[in-house]
């Protein structure tokens, strides 16, 4: 038997645990797509912590809501959550377009160093 540290991809029991370890940055940023997990974050901070997701970036709580109610895509409503972050934070680039990855860093950032609020990745 040999031991491989951070040689071979670790298997999880699911995706969710996956998902979880690179939210918190356990999982290297560099092995992972960070717009993606910023993406998934943003999906489950909406779905469970949409009150301090909405404090933080300055949201219309109401307006996501009723985006998530009459919308049949709940990845655009996600999606332009994102992008409503990136303006209110001035994540801009030419054109006034949102920086996507300029967002995806912050809300990972601001996710890892708490300052979203007290969040949990595990429910029983």
Do not use: H
Not at 12 to 20: I, K, Q
Not at 36 to 65: D, H, M, V
């Amino acid at each position: 038997m040999l031991d491989t540290p951070g040689m071979l991809w670790p298997r999880f029991e699911s995706e969710e645990v996956g998902l979880n370890l690179a939210f918190t940055g356990t999982i290297k940023d560099e092995i992972l797509d960070r717009e993606e997990i910023a993406f998934y974050l943003l999906k489950y901070l909406i779905n469970n912590y949409l009150k301090l997701l909405t404090e933080k970036y300055k949201l219309n709580e109401e307006k996501i809501k009723e985006n998530l109610s009459t919308c049949e895509d709940e990845n655009q409503v996600i999606l332009e959550v994102m992008e409503q972050i990136g303006k209110n934070r001035g994540a801009l680039i030419s054109g006034g377009r949102v920086d996507n990855k300029k967002v995806s860093n912050i809300l990972l950032q601001d996710f890892r160093d708490g300052r979203i609020g007290k969040i949990t990745l595990e429910k029983i």
